[in-house]
């Protein structure tokens, strides 16, 4: 059999290579093509070997290689989990890269984006390859790098330039904090490799100690609340299929790192720490979901959805946790199904969706929803993209958004004989906010494309534009036919997903592509089932044969003529329903308590010809009470030791006297 | 044997709600004005309705899109799939495993998802307005409805919901704080969902005080007619999910003979009628809400819901 690194490795070495040389023929015509070609069919052929070593087709021996710190070297190995978040990683890959033969000609500065796309993917490849602590933080730093480099892709514009310098400094923060948590893992012998952390002891605080610091870093890069604000920053800033990538594929390798720290490194888990990952789960999926409700940027819109569903992901999470530390193996895979299920799920959906903003973006030179409307008429292939993503992320049968939650749902009803009231309390509440937010999604996504696709267009720009190129329509519809083909046959998937349990929490689902038709039966058939092949099938015949008899035996004409609006039609398509006074019901019922909203209106009296106002104010509440603060204290602290600068040097020479003496004295007390 | 038994119960099923639900809708509408002393519409008036809105032409707006064609079957479709699978009159219905609770909650979902957008496709205010509204609506009524779905499933161990009507029609589940609850508040639901008072009044013409009717107001003809019969559809829906779950008794059990069925197809005729009288009496005894008042409203629907579901992880018999 084949060695899967053999496959993998290879491929990542190609990736840098090909950064290298768009490196050298960036600002040639063909070099496009070229870089985001080879981009393409590297990641096809890791997809396809990924696949293969996740259903056991390839052998998964680890390697070392003589590289990095000398007396670690750089240890890699593939296993179950590995090679799905391998599938996430090179599926993202592919369908960004084919999109970008197309949406790349576009690009006004493809020198500032060819060398660092290759070089990106390349990145995410390594961490989830790394079996040391040193090759993971390498890497990981590595893809924190280039995805920075990519959101300064057009660095002239101020609010890219904030993006980026905000995303440099969570990025350093998280992987600090990473940094620290394998330090306590690794311990004061300082194995680094994975295989000794796995197998050392350590006390509860230390576990303890290190979980959190994972939370922290790896919440910080997937958007985990309240450390998202830098994601609905640099994830619209960068070109949409990076974006795609970003919110897609980057913010899962986070999760992956999780997972991997958590399930695997760190072994028993805590009781009180799925508490914390539900909590901190349920709130960022309502907070990510309604300030997507408030957003009118497409990308931003999706950037902040994109956080709803890490809060979903990281809930399973918890909830798989809980089980596998209450012993119920069997419960604990659901969970840690579902939560797989649905990273796969999001990668698919996010990446469509964006790459569907970025044709929007092609077509129109737009990203505010205010000023789009009615894309349907004219960029028709994109539009039904864009609805199955839509249909799909908000969670609605037959698309796999459904499946996903719904497990999470059946996970959740497992729960009542978990002991402990803190989980008793916590998981009904969390259930309440998950279905929230999936209704509350199903809101967001109905604005998405009823003001950006539906109605009269809004501006010239919408009434002019054009369906995009024939590449970037093949991304979005091959990503459309994997979000229904998951939804109708989940069976599959939940099988592929069976090793990765099996080893992270000791059981498995039952096996489900033996079952009649197709039905996935998360415990056993008498409790729950579901199937989305029929009720897919059932749903199209029905609708095909309602259509059919009402043509055929009722009536078939049809008149077009004006809209009739009650018998007042508005010409002017300013008074249509925008993004604002959609949500405008929402933000009432849920913005005073979230965003602190206030709404004012300006009415002068009668007979004054000053214009009506109405003004809403909305503050975003995390960033106003924890990091203005922290920005505050900073700053404070900068300024007063701003003074140390201009000293002369016979001060500075007394400073570093004074303190050797008292590091010295510190020493000698210690010991 | 059992199968082709069990197969033509399902497509009974399948055509028993599709000839009741415009019934139901017109047995409503006459109580109603029985009880403001009109003599009101014949019964099977919604019959001609739909008769004459199939036969009539379909003006369709210069802007409308192609999605806006489609969505009347879509709806359609979704409601009646959703509805065949909640046992009417006879349990053990061949396909109940295809989709359990959560999912045809989730297919109801899907028809308002769509319903939504086809407020939002012809371009005017109206159909803005409703959209708006009712997602609105719904953000709280979804979460409410899944919660004391919650609540039945670690009642009845199962979210199947055959299984649950068979669990909860045995003597030993009994009376339970969190089964009151759960009534309680899936009664609130289905008063929002169906765009009933207080929530949204099915038969005004102001289309300012509505959410429902604003966003079909660019509908006509057989489009139009296909709605209204998806409408008629959840509100049979609604009642019997109610019924089957809280009176379970008289379905009749798979297997059963003609007597049983006969039985049950009495009871569940009696039990709509009951259904679709409370819920005339109830409309007429009350005022409609401001539309800013409904989050309150569901508020507490979902409030109740939560609590059910609570009482229920902290001890399986309340």
Partial sequence: ?671 | MDLILSFLIQAAQMAVVLALAPLLTGFVRKVKARLLRRQGASVIQPYRDLARLLRKEVVLAQNASWLFRVIPYLIFAATWVAAALVPTFAGGLLFSWTADLIAIIALLGSARFFLALAGMDVGTSFGGIGASREVMIASLAEPAMLLTVFALALVAGSTQLSTVAAVLATPEVGLRVSLAMALIALVMVALAENARIPVDNPATHLELTMVHEAMVLEYSGRHLAMIEFAASLKLLLYISLIACVFVPWGIAAPGSGLAGFALGATAYLAKLAVGGFLLAFFETSIAKMRVFRVPDFLGVALMLSLLGTLLLFASRSL
């Fill in chain 1, 1 to 671: 059999m084949m060695q899967a690194l053999m496959i993998h490795l290879p491929l990542v070495g190609v990736l840098l290579a090909a950064a290298i040389l768009a490196t050298a023929i960036a600002r040639s015509a063909s070099a496009t093509p070229v870089v985001y070609g080879i981009c393409a069919a590297a990641s096809a052929i890791g997809l396809g070997a990924a696949v293969l070593s996740l259903t056991g087709g390839l052998s998964k021996e680890p390697l070392v290689l003589p590289l990095g710190l000398p007396w670690v070297g750089a240890h890699f190995r593939i296993d179950a989990l590995a090679a799905f978040f391998l599938v996430v990683v090179n599926l993202g890959g592919t369908s960004a890269s084919i999109y970008g033969l197309g949406y790349g000609r576009h690009e006004h500065a493809p020198h500032r984006v060819l060398p660092f796309f290759p070089a990106f993917l390349a990145g995410m490849n390594l961490v989830v390859m790394a079996d040391d602590a040193f090759t993971f933080l390498l890497s990981w730093e590595f893809m924190s790098l280039a995805s920075w480099a990519l959101v300064l892709a057009h660095h002239r514009e101020a609010a890219n330039a904030r993006a980026a310098y905000v995303y440099l400094l969570m990025a350093g923060f998280g992987t600090m904090a990473l940094l620290l948590a394998f330090g306590l893992l690794a311990g004061p012998g300082g194995e680094y490799a994975f295989a000794s952390i796995r197998a050392a002891n350590r006390t509860p605080a230390i576990a303890a100690l290190a979980l959190v610091l994972m939370l922290v870093g790896a919440g910080s890069k997937a958007g985990l609340a309240p450390l998202h604000v830098w994601l609905p920053l640099a994830h619209p800033a960068a070109p949409s299929h990076v974006s795609a990538l970003m919110s897609g594929v980057m913010t899962k390798v986070a999760i992956y790192g999780f997972i991997r720290v958590v399930f695997d490194l760190l072994g028993e888990p805590a009781w009180w720490s799925s508490v914390l990952l539900l909590a901190l789960g349920g709130a960022t999926a309502v907070l990510g979901i309604l300030h997507a409700l408030m957003e009118t940027d497409l990308k931003r819109l999706l950037a902040y959805s994109t956080i709803e569903n890490i809060g979903v992901i990281f809930a399973g999470l918890g909830l798989s946790l809980a089980f596998e530390a209450n012993g119920m193996g069997w419960a604990a895979a659901l969970a840690l199904t579902a939560a797989l299920f649905h990273v796969f799920n999001h990668s698919l959906f996010k990446s469509l969706l964006f790459f569907g903003a970025g044709a929007v973006l092609t077509a129109t030179g737009q990203r505010d929803m205010d000023k789009l409307g009615g894309l349907i008429h004219r960029m028709p292939a994109t539009s039904v993209a864009f609805l199955a993503g839509c249909v799909a992320i908000s969670a609605l049968p037959p698309f796999n958004g459904f499946v996903s939650e719904w497990m999470i749902f059946q996970a959740i009803l497992q729960s009542p004989s978990l002991p402990g009231w803190g989980l008793k309390i916590m998981v009904p509440a969390v259930g309440g906010l998950l279905a929230l937010a999936a209704a509350l999604a199903a809101a967001c996504f109905v604005r998405a494309f009823g003001v950006v696709f539906l109605g009269r267009p809004r501006s010239t720009v919408a009434e002019q534009a054009h369906e995009v190129d024939g590449f970037s329509v093949a991304a979005m519809a091959v990503l459309a036919a994997l979000c229904l083909l998951a939804g109708i046959l989940p069976g599959f998937v939940i099988d592929g997903l069976a090793p990765i349990t099996q080893a992270l929490v000791g059981g498995t689902m039952p096996s489900q592509t033996g079952d009649a038709w197709l039905s996935i039966v998360p415990i056993a058939e008498g409790r729950s089932s579901y199937n989305g092949l029929l009720v897919f099938a059932f749903i199209a015949i029905s609708a095909w044969l309602a259509a059919f008899l009402v043509h055929r035996f009722a009536s078939h004409e049809l008149r077009r003529g004006p809209a009739w609006d009650c018998g007042f039609p508005e010409p002017s398509p300013a008074t249509q329903y925008t993004g604002g006074s959609f949500a405008q019901p929402i933000r009432r019922v849920f913005g005073t308590l979230v965003f602190g909203a206030r709404e004012t209106v300006e009415m002068p009296p009668p007979g004054d010809m000053a214009p009506a106002r109405h003004t809403v104010e909305m503050r975003d509440l995390v960033w106003d009470w924890l990091f203005a603060p922290i920005a505050g204290a900073v700053d404070f602290a900068a300024g007063y030791l701003n003074r140390l600068q201009f000293l002369t040097i016979r001060r500075y020479l007394s400073f570093v006297f004074l303190a050797l003496v008292a590091l010295l004295l510190v020493l000698a007390l210690w010991t």
